[in-house]
C-alpha cells in the first residue's frame, strides 16, 4: 500500500483538537489531515486517547479546545449533520443479532433517510452482491463473525458517505476473513471513500497509507508504513508501534 498516490483532497481537517476530563487530558492538541480515498490507520496502546478523538471526529464527544472539520462539517457546530454523512462500524456494535439480514439493512437505510425506492434498490444489491440471496432472512445472530463484519461494513456504506470509521472492526475474525474484509475496504478507498480505521492487528497498519500513533493523549508519529519502520529501525510496525507504546506513562 506505500505505492498507493493519495488525492491531495482534504476530508479531514484537525488543528490542535483537545479533550479533557476534569484534570486529565484524554487528547492534546492533536493535529492532522486525512484525504479522499485514503486508508487511515489511527493506532495507540490502551489509553492513548485513540477511542475519545475518534468519539470527537464523529460528533458524539464535544471537544474541550481545538478545531476539526469532517466530511466538510465542523464537529462543533455541525455535528448531527456531520452524524448523518459519515459511516461507522465497530467491534462491538454494528448489527441487530435479533433483526435479519434484511431486516438489519432496511432499518439502518431508514435511518439514514433514504427513499423506499433507494432502501429497495439497495437492500437487493448489497444481498446480490454478498451472495447472502438464500440467508437473507436469516437472523444476524445466526451468522459467523465474518460474515457479520462484512455486511456490517456494507450496511455503512448504505447512504454512500464520504468516510467510514471503522473500530476495531476484524476483531476475533480469522485471518482469511480478515484478508477478504480488507479486500473490500481496498474497493471502497479506490471508489474514493476515505477509510479512517483503529485495529490492534499492526499487520493491518501495513495495508493502510498512513498510520497515526498516539501515545499518552498525542500523536507521536504519522507516516507511511515504509517510512515508520525506516524512521525507527525496524523490520514490522509491531516493532514500532511497541518502541512508541514503551513511552506510555498511563493506561486504561
Known amino acids: ?33 486525512v ?13 492513548a486517547g485513540k477511542t475519545t478523538a475518534m468519539k470527537m471526529l464523529c460528533g458524539l464527544l464535544t471537544p474541550s479546545s481545538g478545531t476539526a472539520v469532517v466530511a466538510g462539517f465542523d464537529i462543533h457546530k455541525q455535528a448531527q ?15 441487530y443479532d435479533d433483526l435479519t439480514i434484511i431486516e438489519n439493512i432496511r432499518y439502518y437505510a431508514g435511518i439514514y433517510n433514504l427513499s423506499n425506492q433507494q432502501i429497495s434498490d439497495k437492500s437487493e444489491g448489497l444481498i ?18 465474518g460474515w457479520k463484519q462484512k455486511v456490517a461494513f456494507s450496511v455503512a456504506l448504505l447512504h454512500e458517505p464520504r ?14 476473513t480478515r ?41 507521536e508519529a504519522l507516516d507511511k508504513p515504509a517510512e515508520l519502520r525506516r524512521l525507527y529501525e525496524a523490520e514490522s510496525m509491531d516493532e514500532v508501534f511497541y518502541q512508541l507504546a514503551r513511552r506510555a506513562k498511563r493506561s486504561e
Not at 81 to 95: A, C, D, T, V
Not at 163 to 176: A, K, M, Q, R
Request: one cysteine or more; a negative charge.
Open 1 to 33: 500500500m506505500d505505492t498507493r498516490a493519495l488525492n491531495n483532497e482534504k476530508v479531514i481537517v484537525v488543528d490542535k483538537l483537545t479533550k479533557r476530563f476534569g484534570d486529565f487530558v484524554a487528547t492534546d492538541a492533536i493535529s492532522f489531515d
Open 35 to 47: 484525504y479522499k480515498g485514503e486508508i487511515f490507520g489511527f493506532l495507540g496502546a490502551n489509553g
Open 81 to 95: 449533520e456531520l452524524k448523518w454523512n459519515i459511516g461507522y462500524m465497530g467491534q462491538k456494535f454494528s448489527l
Open 128 to 145: 446480490t452482491r454478498l451472495g447472502l440471496q438464500k440467508e437473507a432472512k436469516k437472523l444476524v445472530g445466526q451468522l459467523p463473525t
Open 163 to 176: 468516510i467510514v470509521f471503522l473500530d476495531e472492526p476484524t476483531g476475533g475474525v480469522d485471518p482469511i
Open 179 to 219: 484478508r477478504q474484509f480488507w479486500d473490500m475496504i481496498y474497493e471502497s478507498a479506490e471508489k474514493g471513500t476515505t477509510i479512517f480505521i483503529t485495529t490492534h492487528y499492526m499487520d493491518e497498519a501495513e495495508y493502510c497509507d498512513r498510520v497515526s500513533i498516539m501515545v499518552d493523549g498525542k500523536i
